[in-house]
């Protein structure tokens, strides 16, 4: 081929910017504290930044770590890093010193991008690492720092930005999250998130009149690859903010007549129970979409009921598959409630037993992709790598059901399955029985040591109100009408909050940490 064949053809992120710059051009694309930008100012934006980091003296392939919350700059320090070559790593901005420090050596980062107000453990982890360069993201005044590049038109060139790029180039190095061992460095290539960008905007039934909210944050490979860039090459327009706080949420959703929302359970949660849900005018939802972890069957329900005009999506998957694998459509979710529906335009999905062997219908096993959308593999980590793809397929580490018709349903991660006296049980099904409780806002189960049953069942509680002296009784009732013996808790726990991260995803890793020193009472069933 060619080269002049081979430019033609090309297809990176840098080129679908582009051309969504040229089919768009002043159409509103984002707005950001008061900032609006057109699809052709985004462009010009991202060939600014791609051109101000080049001259720093990086190098394309180099890795530019990202962390701060949500801007405007730093999405277009990701689109200023695919357009140039770079490597963009984003971290989530609650990491300390320490665990920052080990994204800059394990990744190889040749510069550290960061926000004022994180310059603390920022400016510590580049002491620690003296070869790594530093710059902000949105501090303005002198030295490097993004969002002064993006609005100085000297970083305009006519010279063509990233001609040497190829799809299967490195883009992104997504780190996951480490909760059972050190984070793993997925490694994405433009081709692998373009292949999942189309399943979005195909799957999710994304549409040029589309209204966003992006509330979750952008180093978060759910809200940044499932949901803003699809929606910025599909032509919609995004409404980006630093947090999903309820009220100022609901009041956007009515003021900006937002039209397609994403969130987590825990965040769907926090956003029913808000006094504000009931006062806000929401009609302006066509399409509301769930994912990132299991979400209980009564919220669900409660949802669809005061939300009767907006489309729910069950969207599921992982960092290594971009992220989507598969979707549970709105018209499905009468028949099947508790499903994550089936795999996605570019994903074929299997669940197998440890021979690799598709199980019968209805019965327990992982989930396994192979799709252009996955991982080229983990940065520096050949052993997990191969493990992950044994056989010919991507290892997920969920277990689940699958029928007949392809419709999977999650029975748990393989994390948070407890084994309890040999007989294995299934936190979601334990959570879902508690959550039909009156009293219960949120409920999170895990495996706690035992010297009889080695692992017992432990149920952390959060509840809507005040105590009743007796609600752990109360719930275990409750929870016995429900389930069998075996899976009753041994202990029910009554908590203010329950842990979670920064993208509103529950922490059970800190939960099994705190209550490992901790042996179950005989509270319940045996």
Not at 123 to 152: C, F, M, N
Not at 229 to 247: E, R
Not at 467 to 489: S, T, V
Not at 501 to 519: H, M
Request: net charge negative; aromatic share 6%.
């Amino acid at each position: 081929m060619s080269d002049a064949i081979g430019r033609a053809r090309r297809n990176t992120i840098g080129d679908a910017l582009q051309r969504a710059a040229a089919r768009f051009g002043a159409r509103p694309a984002l707005r950001f504290a008061g900032r609006d930008w057109s699809y052709a100012a985004l462009h010009q934006a991202a060939g600014r930044v791609g051109r101000r980091l080049l001259a720093s003296g990086l190098a394309p392939g180099d890795r530019v770590v990202a962390y701060g919350r949500n801007s405007d700059a730093y999405l277009l320090l990701w689109l200023g890093c695919a357009r140039a070559g770079l490597v963009h790593v984003p971290v989530n901005f609650a990491l300390t010193t320490a665990e920052l420090d080990y994204v800059l050596r394990q990744s190889g980062a040749a510069m550290l991008l960061y926000q004022p107000a994180l310059a603390g453990p920022a400016e510590a982890a580049l002491a620690l690492s003296p070869g790594v360069r530093g710059g902000t993201i949105d501090a303005g005044g002198a030295g490097l720092d993004v969002l002064a590049a993006a609005l100085d038109p000297s970083w305009d060139g006519d010279a063509p930005l990233g001609e040497a790029v190829g799809e299967e180039d490195l883009v992104q190095i997504m780190y996951t999250s480490g909760t059972t061992g050190a984070p793993k460095g997925a490694m994405m290539s433009h081709r692998g998130l373009l292949s999942e960008y189309a399943s979005c905007i195909v799957e999710l039934e994304m549409l040029r009149n589309d209204r966003g909210l992006a509330a979750l944050p952008l180093y978060h490979t759910a809200q940044m690859h499932a949901f803003t860039m699809p929606q910025l090459l599909n032509g919609a327009f995004t409404l980006l903010i630093d947090a999903p706080q309820p009220a100022l949420v609901l009041e956007l959703i009515e003021s900006a007549r937002i039209t397609t929302f994403f969130a987590p359970p825990t965040v769907w949660i926090s956003l029913l129970q808000h006094p504000d849900f009931a006062t806000r005018d929401l009609s302006s939802l066509e399409k509301v979409q769930y994912g990132a972890s299991i979400m209980p069957v009564p919220v669900l329900q409660e949802l669809r009921a005061r939300l009767p005009q907006a489309r729910p999506f069950n969207c599921y998957g992982q960092t290594e598959i971009a992220p989507l694998a598969t979707v549970l459509r709105p018209e499905e979710h009468a028949a099947r409630p508790g499903s994550i529906g089936r795999a996605v335009m570019n994903v074929e999905t299997r669940v197998v037993d440890a021979g690799m062997r598709d199980v019968a219908p209805g019965e327990r096993g992982e989930v396994v992709h192979r799709s252009p959308q996955l991982l080229l593999g983990y940065w520096r980590m050949p052993e997990e790598t191969a493990k992950a793809f044994e056989g010919g397929w991507f290892h997920s580490g969920d277990v689940a059901t699958i029928d007949a018709e392809g419709y999977l349903a999650i029975v748990d991660r393989t994390k948070d399955l407890i084994n309890t006296g040999g007989v294995l049980v299934a936190s979601r099904e334990v959570e879902e029985a508690l959550f039909t409780h009156p009293e219960v806002a949120e409920v999170a189960v895990i495996a706690v040591p035992d010297p009889k049953w080695i692992e017992a069942v432990a149920a952390v509680v959060v509840l809507r109100g005040a105590a009743a002296p007796d609600i752990e009784a109360l719930l275990l009732a409750h929870a016995r009408e429900r389930l069998a013996p075996y899976k009753l808790p041994k202990r029910i726990i009554i908590a203010e909050a329950l842990p979670k991260n920064t993208a509103g995803k529950l922490l059970k890793r800190e939960l099994r940490l705190l209550y490992a020193g901790t042996e179950s009472g005989a509270l319940g069933g045996g």
